[in-house]
């Protein structure tokens, strides 16, 4: 598959560049933007390194993760996104994003994750895309519900952080669901 390039309405999912390491610690980390996702907030470090990261493994054959960033139109990186293939599964992926604090509540959130529906779907031809969320994180509920994404099943105690179990909530979206919504 070519590099990565998809645009919506307002926003657009690329490759990641060596220069976006700013802009993934402005999402990573911020300890708004990371309350509910599986990790406490990451250094500037750790930010350049999975940008580093992020950018080898774009050129691995196959490639078995596309780890993108999400930019207003010719604008800045406002998010960070993810499509990671599930070698057990065939045609199957998990997915997560995430966006800096200030620019929720514009619906970029639902246009984010319709754009990484729309990468594994008619970029990569998956067959089903599912993502886990915090229990207590009803934004990211209404977010992947108002994109066309069911609600599935509660995994219980998934994640460990800050010295506690916490249970993730998953949703999902098979071909023939985004076939129907596109």
């Known amino acids: 598959?070519?590099?990565?390039?998809?645009?919506?309405?307002?926003?657009?999912?690329?490759?990641?560049?060596?220069?976006?390491?700013?802009?993934?610690?402005?999402?990573?980390?911020?300890?708004?933007a990371t309350r509910h996702l599986s990790f406490e907030p990451r250094t500037r470090d750790?930010?350049?390194?999975?940008?580093?990261?992020?950018?080898?493994?774009?050129?691995?054959?196959?490639?078995t993760e596309y780890a993108v960033a999400v930019v207003e139109h010719h604008g800045p990186l406002v998010g960070f996104g993810r499509l990671a293939l599930d070698p057990h599964q065939l045609r199957?992926?998990?997915?997560?994003?995430?966006l800096r604090p200030d620019v929720w509540g514009r619906g970029y959130g639902v246009e984010t994750v319709r754009l990484?529906?729309?990468?594994?779907?008619?970029?990569?031809?998956?067959?089903?895309?599912?993502?886990?969320?915090?229990?207590?994180n009803v934004a990211s509920a209404a977010t992947m519900t108002a994109a066309g994404m069911v609600e599935e099943r509660r995994?219980?105690?998934?994640?460990?952080?800050?010295?506690?179990w916490r249970d993730s909530v998953v949703h999902a979206m098979l071909d023939r669901e985004w076939q129907r919504i596109t």
């Open 155 to 164: 995994i219980r105690e998934h994640v460990h952080k800050a010295g506690a």
């Open 92 to 98: 199957g992926t998990t997915f997560g994003f995430a």
């Open 1 to 32: 598959m070519p590099p990565v390039h998809r645009t919506g309405p307002r926003l657009a999912l690329r490759e990641l560049e060596p220069a976006d390491g700013d802009g993934v610690f402005a999402v990573y980390g911020d300890p708004v």
């Open 116 to 136: 990484l529906l729309g990468l594994g779907f008619d970029g990569l031809g998956l067959h089903r895309i599912w993502g886990a969320r915090a229990p207590m």
């Open 46 to 63: 750790q930010a350049e390194g999975i940008v580093a990261r992020s950018i080898a493994s774009a050129t691995e054959v196959p490639r």
